[in-house]
Nanobody, 123 residues
Framework: QVQVVESGGGLVQAGGSLRLSCAASGRTGSIYAMGWFRQAPGKEREFVSAITWRGGSTHYTSSVKGRFTISRDNAKNTVYLQMNSLKPEDTAVYYC????????????????WGQGTQVTVSS
């Protein structure tokens, strides 16, 4: 089993920045990738970004490219999502998840999920 815990959400004005953290514990040797998803009120959960645990390959949805950066610290078993130039449409609950498969883009690719952290961007 892998446990995943997010932190770092909050309220920020448009144009501001936040950094989310995701700490993994347990059988972290089974992780292939870590990903971030988000769910806005009344909308489906969507993929935001992912990073492979060993190679560090990164993936982003088009709406956050150039504004968000995902990174990892393997020694701390932690993944970060640096979010810059935030927009009101980035408001959502952000979820971190761990994948044992070699796919990263879909919710069903992930095996373990955190509880989520709220990000609110005011205009």
């Amino acid at each position: 089993q892998v446990q995943v815990v997010e932190s770092g959400g909050g309220l920020v004005q448009a144009g501001g920045s936040l950094r989310l953290s995701c700490a993994a514990s347990g059988r972290t040797g089974s992780i292939y990738a870590m990903g971030w998803f988000r769910q806005a009120p009344g909308k489906e959960r969507e993929f935001v970004s992912a990073i492979t645990w060993r190679g560090g390959s990164t993936h982003y949805t088009s709406s956050v490219k150039g504004r968000f950066t995902i990174s990892r610290d393997n020694a701390k078993n932690t993944v970060y999502l640096q979010m810059n130039s935030l927009k009101p449409e980035d408001t959502a609950v952000y979820y971190c998840a761990a994948s044992k498969s070699r796919r990263v883009g879909l919710q069903e690719d992930y095996d373990y999920w955190g509880q989520g952290t709220q990000v609110t961007v005011s205009s």
